[in-house]
């Protein structure tokens, strides 16, 4: 029968606060890291990504830090909004995406 | 607009009876992907064409078999569907390696 699916990490936040989502990489040799945003009933939305030869990488309300030191990735998202309730992914590797196992961010009024 | 429409969104099969997932894509990208997604798991590659080069992964079962008949199109197809193959089936595509992949909607599959 099918395998029973693994419990998310799960981050709950007030809206306005800001969210701060961890990812941890095994890889060493891995130089391109990806966030992605994937609500329920849609597919994985690409939010950021960060080279190796970065530390830090900002977006609109979004910002990546990567310390390659710990194999540490981080998603920081500022005023979070309900609308960024969803699972958020990190991701190695582009030719071959290997997805950590996700956390779900859910946002209360 | 949608850029990769995968259909049908759900679909029910029965054990053991071979059934087809379809993909396609506005974006003219040369790499497209196939994921299988468990309930609250990451998403898995199955296996992916660059162009018409088809590269499996290792761990893919056999069962799972796919296929690009131009660009835009790519199939996955599942020859005797068991119960364990329940899951979200993630397509994705991206302009060439090493770029960013954009995902369709998925197609749950669901076996009776």
């Known amino acids: 029968g099918e395998s029973v699916g693994l419990h998310l990490p799960t981050l709950s936040v007030q809206e306005g606060d800001n969210s701060i989502i961890n990812c941890a990489y095994s890889n060493s040799a891995s130089d391109y890291f990806i966030w992605y945003k994937q609500e329920s009933g849609k597919g994985p939305q690409f939010i950021i990504d960060i080279r190796s030869n970065m530390d830090k990488r900002q977006g609109q309300r979004v910002t990546v830090l990567l310390n390659k030191t710990v194999k540490h990735l981080s998603l920081q998202i500022a005023a979070t909004q309900p609308g960024d309730s969803a699972v958020y992914f990190c991701?190695?590797?582009?030719?071959?995406?290997?997805f950590g196992t996700g956390t779900r961010l859910q946002v209360f009024p | 607009d949608a850029m990769v429409i995968q259909n049908p969104r759900y679909q029910v099969t029965q054990f053991g009876k071979p059934v087809t997932l379809s993909c396609s894509q506005t974006?003219?990208?040369?790499?497209m992907y196939w994921y299988q997604q468990k309930s609250s798991q990451a998403p898995k590659l199955l296996f992916h064409y660059y162009d018409k080069d088809f590269n499996n992964e290792a761990d893919t079962p056999d069962n799972f078999q796919s296929r690009r008949p131009n660009t835009s199109f790519c199939f996955l197809d599942i020859r005797s569907p068991g119960l364990g193959d329940a899951a979200m089936y993630l397509c994705?595509?991206?302009?060439?390696?090493?770029?960013?992949?954009?995902f369709g909607d998925g197609t749950r599959l669901s076996i009776l």
């Open positions: 974006l003219n990208h040369n790499v």
């Open positions: 991701a190695e590797n582009p030719d071959k995406l290997i």
């Open positions: 994705a595509t991206s302009r060439d390696r090493g770029r960013p992949q954009h």
